[in-house]
């Protein structure tokens, strides 16, 4: 072998492997959007005031994150509602009845996740967690009692309320699907717990209820 073909072999070498290292590490750095939505679950809500129990409602949300390895950081928005099933005011007077209304809230969460090896090339679990704050609106709570509750009592009593922006945490894991080089499936399970919030109700007084939500996603992650 010659000088000159030796040369432009080493050449070619350096230059494959350079290229391989630009192109693996274009693959384990980037950004990308996240899209996500599932059932979720929330858990009785209860104060001075009384006490509420939720139905099974629905979340969904989007994030834009930045991958680099196996370490992801995400900025997320997501949104909750959950109908209200009962409602046991303070007191004995009327005692737990069916309810009307809803309640919806909105969180905003920074994420830090890890990402495991991935198996059979395709399957990657993830664990992660975030720190935020939340804010609810109870829109129309209300029971058939308090609905016709009299005048002199305080009636009737509708509830209709926004709470300020309270801290949060949540708790994440899943597993990624690839279905492209660019592209995701996304399966994970959310568990979140809220501080107590300030809710200033129209006759004055405050309320301090707190959220506590587990749900299943379902998602797409895109890369760019």
Not at 107 to 130: H, K, T, V, W
Request: net charge neutral; glycine share 12%.
């Amino acid at each position: 072998m010659t000088k000159t073909n030796a040369f432009l072999l080493f050449t070619a070498f350096s230059s494959a492997i350079l290229l391989g290292t630009q192109a693996r590490a274009a693959e384990e750095e980037n950004f990308y959007v996240a899209l996500s939505s599932g059932p979720q679950w929330r858990a009785k809500a209860s104060d001075s005031a009384g006490a509420t129990t939720f139905k099974p409602g629905f979340t969904f949300g989007g994030a834009l994150g930045y991958r680099f390895k196996s370490h992801r950081l995400e900025a997320e928005y997501s949104y909750f509602n959950n109908k209200c099933d009962t409602t046991d005011p303070a007191g004995p007077a009327i005692g737990v009845e069916q309810s009307s209304g809803d309640v919806d809230g909105n969180i905003i969460m920074g994420n830090y996740y890890f990402d495991f090896p991935a198996i059979n090339g395709r399957f990657q679990p993830f664990l992660g967690g975030g720190l935020g704050v939340y804010r609810v609106s109870i829109n129309g709570l209300t029971t058939p009692s308090l609905r016709t509750l009299p005048a002199e009592w305080g009636g009737p009593v509708v509830v209709y309320a926004k709470s300020t922006w309270t801290s949060a945490y949540q708790i994440k894991c899943g597993v990624k699907y690839q279905l492209t080089d660019t592209a995701n499936f996304v399966l994970s399970y959310r568990y979140l717990k809220g501080s107590d919030m300030d809710i200033n109700l129209v006759d004055g007084t405050t309320i301090h209820p707190s959220a506590c939500l587990q749900g299943l996603e379902v998602g797409l992650h895109l890369s760019f």
